[in-house]
Antibody, heavy 121, light 107 residues
């Protein structure tokens, strides 16, 4: 069974940093791109970042470019999101998702339960 | 960026009703559109990809279609388990973008 388990969320002050993780199991992790999607309280979904499976190819939303970094450890079946210079508007549930699709177009077929990040003084 | 305009934002319906949700893209998507269902406090669940392909295990009362840049999710006969929020997502071009969501609640 494919499973994704996020961890590392919490309360952080504006301007602070946090790294969240997503441990994957049940599929050949390095064969798949992985994404982070967030949802602010009472709001819709916002794609944040994607990293391809075996390359260093990454993509970011404009709202996080230069502040967030996605990375992965294929030996540990884990994907990370390093979040720096956090702002109140980054407060959200952050979901990890497994991508599926062609070379360039991926949709998210499996999602984790999410981890909550709260940015507040 | 591709803008996704989803309507309606809220829809009140009864069990057995036919429900239609629409997403309009600001650019052509070459059918690269997905639909997700999300229940309160839960993660989204993939329903449909490539505009009209039903994900394994999703009931056949769900269907998707497209006409140009307009995409439609149809629930042919609403069931109690279907009361949820539905999101469309384009994955033709980065940055991927979602619609605002449609909450389907009980009339």
């Amino acid at each position: 069974e494919v499973q994704l388990l996020e961890s590392g969320g919490g309360l952080v002050k504006p301007g602070g940093s946090l790294r969240i993780s997503c441990a994957a199991s049940g599929f050949p992790f390095s064969d798949y791109a992985m994404s982070w999607v967030r949802q602010a309280p009472g709001k819709g979904l916002e794609w944040v970042s994607t990293m391809y499976g075996r390359s260093t190819t990454t993509f970011y939303a404009d709202s996080v470019t230069g502040r967030f970094t996605i990375s992965r450890d294929n030996s540990e079946n884990t994907v990370y999101l390093q979040m720096n210079s956090l702002r109140a508007e980054d407060t959200a549930v952050y979901y990890c998702a497994k991508d599926r699709g062609g070379a360039l177009q991926h949709y998210m077929d499996v999602w984790g339960k999410g981890t909550t990040v709260t940015v507040s003084s | 960026d591709i803008q996704m305009t989803q309507s309606p934002s809220t829809l009140s319906a009864s069990v057995g009703d036919r429900v239609t949700i629409t997403c309009r893209a600001s650019q052509t998507l070459s059918s690269f559109l997905a639909w997700y269902q999300q229940k309160p406090g839960k993660a989204p669940k993939l329903l449909i990809y490539k505009a009209s392909t039903l994900e394994n295990g999703v009931p056949s009362r769900f269907s998707g279609s497209e006409s140009g840049t307009e995409f439609t999710l149809i629930i042919s006969s609403l069931q109690p388990d279907d009361f949820a929020t539905y999101h469309c997502q384009q994955y033709n071009t980065y940055p991927y973008t979602f619609g605002q969501g449609t909450k389907v609640d009980i009339k």
